[in-house]
């Protein structure tokens, strides 16, 4: 296919060369495009050496083939790597001033947008409400890394890996990204993390189209995932597992029910996604790292009181999606090996975040899977899961095949972090019990009542 590689005048530039490589390996015709500012970072010999296209930066250059139309049309996925917080704000304003603006208003392909620049940068509502727009538009926004930075300094606004990016990019292409959210509204007045505007929703209205809602969570708002992540192989194939979403959403309905505001991040379920109602907002997403941007976004655009990690989370991907199906061999009797990379831990992310500064919730609440085993049981696996995550809170479910997933009956621990101590409740019965008695422990937390 003909991909479109926007490039930005970051420092991150040469790690575009890389991704141009790697799409090129792949198959594909790859058409460089950076902006003037790209080009004082990385040379254009370099670009069309990799493509074997001419660099073209402006509108005015082949004129007479009306470039950034005939660009746009021919287009079948356009990457922006790196996004520059400029580039943001001019995709985000509908701006058409070079070449790479201009293809992509013109475009009707998907569009996979990877930005990279400081902390401050990133985290400046100006720029994040240009990614909630641009998000708005239906274009996918692959949340940066947390790393180090253009000199001795690290935090979030690294570029993601080549490979990271490659990814994402072809499951945008493969439509393996659902873009089918029942409220995604842009709502750039919100758009922010700190400021008069949040405290102003704090003290008053913050449930949109209603009302404060009343109860121990009245006022407050959640941010839930359910489900379980689907990682692709290729287009009919993936890997995933067997959470049924139902814990999560019960989740969700028990916060909704105690007054809270709440955002559910909803990956594959087994059950129907809940009604729309008021307070609530169900935002779709199919793999682990469209969780990991998803989750970032709902911390990032208002502030949330409670992050309650219920989805079950692919710790591994395909090392490589293949765009074609898989065929086996007739003549060969042995089978594909697939290579498996790590999924980023978005629990321990946001953790980190936390500790860091960054948008992050008062309460963070993990879910744990354990099949216990001859050396350690389901408790001892939780105690230690709670210290290397470091939430606030641990559910710890025991699985096996008839044990938890699908069923609508649940038996968990609940590890609260209380100082250096760890409070522990069993919790036996309905998956409506669990998410109720654990409402019932977020709301009486300390950090929830400081809020
Ligand atoms: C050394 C250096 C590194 C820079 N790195 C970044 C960066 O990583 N991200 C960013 O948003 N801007 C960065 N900038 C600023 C951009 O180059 C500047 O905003 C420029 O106008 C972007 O143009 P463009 O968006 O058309 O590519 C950097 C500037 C310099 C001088």
Redo the contacts with the bound molecule.
């Keep these: 296919m003909r991909i479109i590689l926007g490039i930005?005048?970051?420092?991150?530039a040469y790690k575009a060369a890389m991704l141009l490589r790697l799409f090129s390996e792949a198959g594909h015709d790859v058409v460089p495009m950076p902006?003037?500012?790209?080009l004082r970072f990385v040379g254009a010999p370099t670009f069309e050496a990799l493509s074997g296209h001419p660099v073209r930066v402006s509108v005015f250059e082949d004129v007479e083939t009306v470039n950034h139309v005939r660009q746009g049309e021919q287009a079948d996925l356009i990457v922006v790597a790196?996004a520059?917080?400029?580039?943001l704000a001019?995709l985000a304003a509908g701006r058409a001033d070079?070449l790479l603006t201009g293809t992509v208003l013109t475009a009707t392909c998907p569009v996979v947008i990877a930005p990279?620049?400081?902390t401050q940068?990133w985290e400046n509502p100006a720029t994040r409400r240009n990614v909630e727009i641009l998000r708005g538009y239906g274009y996918t926004v692959v949340e940066p890394a947390v790393g180090r930075l253009?000199g001795r300094d690290s935090g979030a606004g690294r570029l993601p890996e080549p490979a990271e990016i490659r990814d994402a990019a072809l499951a945008a292409h493969a439509g393996t990204r659902p873009r089918a959210t029942a409220r995604t509204e842009v709502r750039p007045q919100t758009a922010g993390h700190a400021g008069p505007r949040a405290d102003d929703e704090r003290a008053g209205d913050r449930t949109p189209g209603g009302p404060r809602r009343e109860g121990p969570l009245g006022g407050r708002r959640v941010v839930v995932t359910a489900g379980g992540t689907r990682e692709p192989l290729d287009p009919v194939r993936f890997l995933g597992n067997r959470s049924s979403g139902k814990q999560g959403i019960a989740v969700a309905r028990a916060a909704l029910d105690a007054g809270a505001e709440v955002t559910l991040l909803l990956a594959h379920t087994e059950v129907p996604a809940p009604a729309e109602e008021a307070g609530l907002t169900i935002r779709s997403v199919g793999t682990a790292l469209e969780l990991r941007e998803a989750v970032f976004a709902a911390l990032a655009e208002q502030p949330a009181d409670a992050l309650v990690m219920t989805a079950a989370v692919a710790d591994f991907r395909p090392g490589a999606y293949r765009e074609s199906k898989i065929k086996k061999d007739p003549e060969a009797t042995d089978a594909p090996v697939i290579e498996l990379v790590r999924n980023p831990d978005i629990l321990r992310e946001v953790v980190q975040r936390r500790g860091e500064g960054g948008p992050a919730p008062a309460l963070i609440v993990g879910f744990a899977a354990e099949t216990g085993s001859e050396e350690a049981s389901v408790a001892e696996l939780g105690r230690a899961k709670l210290c290397s995550k470091g939430s606030d809170v641990l559910v710890v479910n025991q699985v096996g095949t008839d044990l938890v997933f699908g069923s609508d009956r649940t038996a968990a621990t609940i590890l609260v972090r209380r100082g250096s101590e760890t409070e522990e409740t069993d919790v036996a019965g309905g998956k409506d019990d669990l998410a109720r008695r654990l409402v019932e422990l977020m709301a009486s937390h300390p950090d929830m009542r400081r809020r």
Excluded: E, F, Q
């Design positions: 930005g005048g970051g420092i991150a902006t003037d500012s790209a790196p520059t917080a400029d580039l001019r070079d990279a620049m400081h940068m253009t």
